[in-house]
């Protein structure tokens, strides 16, 4: 298991100005415990968490975490799942833009903004 928390990094490439990251959900990470039990799936605050962790990559991605839109959470995401995060950082806004997929389908999605 990782002891970060953090799902496994199996490939890293950018899409123009987005910044791509092939994850692993690696069924022992400590998420997936108790949440929820027969059924487990990834937490949206997760999902948030490894949003801004990873999107400190980002060129020019300053600041603190101020609040969140826009969220949506439209499949779960899974134990043993590969997924696709898609980062972008839109510097005239403050704000994250992240999207979760699996496949071609949008699992989960977002706007964390920062604040200086």
Do not use: N
């Amino acid at each position: 298991m990782p002891m970060t928390g953090l799902p496994s990094l199996i490939e890293q490439r950018w899409q123009d100005d987005v910044l791509v990251l092939r994850l692993s959900l690696d069924p022992e990470l400590p998420w997936f415990r108790g949440h929820f039990p027969g059924a487990p799936l990834l937490p949206g605050v997760v999902q948030v968490h490894w949003a801004m962790h990873y999107g400190r990559q980002l060129p020019g991605l300053v600041g603190e975490f101020g609040g969140m839109s826009q969220l949506k959470f439209q499949r779960p995401l899974r134990p043993g799942q590969e997924c696709e995060l898609h980062l972008c950082w839109l510097a005239d806004k403050g704000q994250l833009v992240f999207s979760y997929r699996l496949g071609d389908e949008v699992a989960s999605s977002g706007r964390v903004k920062l604040c200086p």
